[in-house]
T-cell receptor, first 112, second 113 residues
Framework: GENVEQHPSTLSVQEGDSAVIKCTYS??????FPWYKQELGKGPQLIID?????GEKKDQRIAVTLNKTAKHFSLHITETQPEDSAVYFC???????????FGKGNQVVVIP | NAGVTQTPKFQVLKTGQSMTLQCAQD?????MYWYRQDPGMGLRLIYY???????DKGEVPNGYNVSRLNKREFSLRLESAAPSQTSVYFC????????????FGQGTRLTVV
C-alpha cells in the first residue's frame, strides 16, 4: 500500500549549518517525489521536486537526492537561515491510484 | 491570479451541525483534492477529483461528502459534524493527476465542540 515515512520528526540546527531530512517510500513504481514547505498558518508550498529519471536536483541552497534502489529520497538545505524554519513534507506519487501520498512532516528549527 | 481559494478560514461548529467548505482554483487544473491535517499525522487525503464530474475516496472519507461543481470548484461537506473532525482542512489542485505541482489553499481551521 501507499506508505511514505519521514524522519526525523523534528530537527534543530544552528544557523549556517546544513539540514537533511530523509524519506522512504514503499511503492517501487513511484516516479515523482515533491517536497513541500509549510510556514505557520499557511498552506504547504512546493520547494523542489524530482523525477525518477534523475538522481539529484539542486536549486540554490536546496537539493534533493533520490535512491530508487533503496527507495529513499532526501532534502538537503545548506547554509540554513532563520526563514528556513518551517514544517517540511515529502510526498511520493503512487501509480496504483495516481495520488500523492505525504509523509507526516518534519519540523525544522534554525537557531540564530 | 489568486491560485487556490478556500472559504471560510475559521469555523466553529456544534456537534451534529452541518457545513460546506468551499474551494475554487483559477489555474484551469483538472485535479482537485481535500486533505485534513492533524498534529503528528501529516496530510491525509479525504477525497479527490481527477476531473470535472468525477470524485473518489481518499484515505479518510468517512463523515464527508464532496461535489465537483465545475472545473473550478470542489466543495467538502460535513453532514453531521463530530469532535473527531476538528482539524485544519486544505484544498489543493494540480494540472495532471498528481504528476505535477499541487497548489494548496491557505486552509480552513475547523473546531467542532
Amino acid at each position: 500500500g501507499e506508505n511514505v515515512e519521514q524522519h526525523p520528526s523534528t530537527l534543530s540546527v544552528q544557523e549556517g549549518d546544513s539540514a537533511v531530512i530523509k524519506c522512504t517510500y514503499s511503492d517501487s513504481a513511484s516516479n515523482y517525489f515533491p517536497w513541500y514547505k509549510q510556514e505557520l498558518g499557511k498552506g504547504p508550498q512546493l520547494i523542489i521536486d524530482i523525477r525518477s529519471n534523475v538522481g539529484e536536483k539542486k536549486d540554490q541552497r536546496i537539493a534533493v537526492t533520490l535512491n530508487k534502489t533503496a527507495k529513499h529520497f532526501s532534502l538537503h538545505i545548506t547554509e540554513t537561515q532563520p526563514e528556513d524554519s518551517a514544517v517540511y513534507f515529502c510526498a511520493a506519487l503512487y501509480y496504483g491510484n495516481n495520488r500523492l501520498a505525504f509523509g507526516k512532516g518534519n519540523q525544522v528549527v534554525v537557531i540564530p | 491570479n489568486a491560485g487556490v481559494t478556500q472559504t471560510p478560514k475559521f469555523q466553529v461548529l456544534k456537534t451534529g451541525q452541518s457545513m460546506t467548505l468551499q474551494c475554487a482554483q483559477d489555474m484551469n487544473h483538472n485535479s482537485m483534492y481535500w486533505y485534513r491535517q492533524d498534529p503528528g499525522m501529516g496530510l491525509r487525503l479525504i477525497y479527490y477529483s481527477a476531473s470535472e464530474g468525477t470524485t473518489d475516496k481518499g484515505e479518510v472519507p468517512n463523515g464527508y461528502n464532496v461535489s465537483r461543481l465545475n472545473k473550478r470548484e470542489f466543495s467538502l461537506r460535513l453532514e453531521s459534524a463530530a469532535p473527531s473532525q476538528t482539524s485544519v482542512y486544505f484544498c489543493a489542485s494540480s494540472g495532471i493527476q498528481g504528476n505535477t505541482e499541487a497548489f494548496f489553499g491557505q486552509g480552513t481551521r475547523l473546531t467542532v465542540v
